[in-house]
């Protein structure tokens, strides 16, 4: 039964919802510049024969950036220094007839429109890897691909090559959102925002974690996003101080605070947001004078975000802020119970992947999440954001959400 549910589970359309197949061939084209000397050797998703039914099919992130292409078992090489032909090669595998049973029509290289479905100027069987490959690495030197157990068999294709992880230089081109990709992000940040401002108006004392957890859900995939980006944390009481509780399972008491750490990925997008309300719709003063130090933290780091700033500066940025608000419980400054980094890369991944040598540029999108979890009172306080990095600051992508504890009051109260 669950396997006729595939092809729910793996996007059917063969193009990337949203992104022209057109920028695909400008990122390659990209790499293929940053790589002059390279063989650019990747694997789409090789799923095992049976074991998807659980969490269904993804398409390796990498090989989607490259590719926008959503079927599994194909393959791409890219070469810069070949002839035209072998510039960028997908190669696809041959038609399955018993597949496509159960997985609906899959393209294959021999399809008269095979090119203009997959917007590369070769398409080829994927039995041609081998000898592709051969031909290519008479012009290029390096070989360059996804660290996994495949490089062993590129090891013996190429046993005289260097073989590097290609994850780095594909990162430096990650970082930076296009216009196109931004949309989708936005896309992903609105139906999320929907979620959280639901469960405002849902949450009250006695309810059940997971029946908060259910209505966001519900809200985020009723306006077209295929999934949570995420496993959705929803924390009341003791359970808003464990950074990701995944259990959802408490029942919520008055004088509760609830971390609300939860999104949904939209067209493969992937939004990240927190807010933290009091359960009972009203906050004690200890929780609001919680809430408004790492409100605090975040306006600074918000403040500080733009090109050129590393994100462990920003970390630095909000530990810096909680330290001068004087000591918690534990007579030890606030700054001790802000537990993790301040934010990260968001885009195909909600950890999206970056080069940590490199400072913030613009067009990077990232997220701003400030927290203090304080154990002793069952206080845990995280507000999470989504900022786009501009040519001289930060754009609040999540500015539809109030985040003003006032506000999330009024908010409540229905
Ligand atoms: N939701 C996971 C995170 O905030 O990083
Ligand atoms: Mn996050
Ligand atoms: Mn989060």
């Not at 899959?106 to 090119?115: E, H, L, P, R, S």
């Not at 997959?118 to 080829?124: A, K, N």
């Not at 919680?290 to 306006?299: D, I, K, N, P, S």
């Not at 990260?344 to 203090?372: K, N, R, S």
């Amino acid at each position: 039964m669950l396997r006729s549910l595939l092809p729910f589970f793996f996007a059917l359309d063969l193009c990337a919802q949203g992104i022209p197949l057109a920028e695909y061939a400008s990122r390659r084209e990209a790499l293929r510049k940053a790589l002059p000397d390279g063989v650019v050797v990747m694997w789409a998703l090789q799923p095992p024969p049976d074991i998807s039914d659980r969490n269904g099919q993804f398409q390796e992130p990498y090989f989607y950036y490259m590719s926008g292409w959503t079927q599994a078992n194909a393959a791409l090489l890219l070469c810069a220094a070949c002839p035209d032909e072998l510039k960028e090669v997908i190669f696809l595998p041959k038609r399955n007839e018993r597949k496509e049973i159960f997985e609906g029509h899959q393209v294959a290289a021999a399809d008269v429109d095979a090119k203009a479905k997959t917007g590369f100027r070769t398409v080829m069987s994927i039995e041609k890897l081998e000898s592709t490959l051969r031909r290519a690495l008479e012009d290029g030197e390096r070989v360059y691909t996804l660290f996994d157990l495949r490089e062993t068999g590129l090891a013996k294709i190429a046993p005289l090559r260097e073989i590097k992880d290609i994850r780095m230089p594909i990162n430096r081109l990650r970082v930076k959102k296009s216009p196109a990709e931004l949309e989708l992000l936005q896309g992903a940040v609105d139906a999320s925002v929907a979620a959280h401002l639901e469960s405002w108006t849902m949450t009250k004392p006695g309810l059940h974690e997971y029946e908060v957890a259910t209505g966001m859900l519900q809200t985020y995939l009723s306006k077209g996003c295929e999934r949570s980006a995420y496993p959705p944390i929803v924390g009341s009481g003791p359970n808003s101080v464990v950074l990701h509780y995944f259990a959802n399972k408490r029942r919520m008491d008055a004088g509760d605070v609830m971390v609300l750490d939860v999104a949904g990925e939209c067209s493969a997008y992937a939004a990240d947001i927190t807010r933290t309300i009091p359960v009972n719709g009203k906050w004690t003063a200890r929780q609001k004078q919680v809430y408004l130090m790492v409100l605090g933290a975040q306006e600074a780091v918000m403040a500080a975000a733009k090109p050129g700033v590393m994100l462990k500066d920003l970390t630095k940025v909000a530990r810096d802020y909680f330290n001068k608000q004087g000591n918690g419980p534990n007579g030890k400054p606030w700054g001790t119970y802000f537990t993790h980094g301040v934010g990260h890369h968001i885009g195909l991944d909600v950890h999206d992947p970056f080069d940590p040598e490199l400072p913030l540029g613009e067009g990077a999108v990232i997220t701003v999440e400030p927290g203090l979890y304080v154990p002793e009172e069952n206080i845990g306080v995280r507000i999470e954001d989504m900022v786009l990095i501009t040519k001289d600051g930060a754009k609040l992508l999540t500015a539809a959400l109030p985040r003003d504890p006032d506000e999330i009051e009024r908010r409540m109260k229905h």
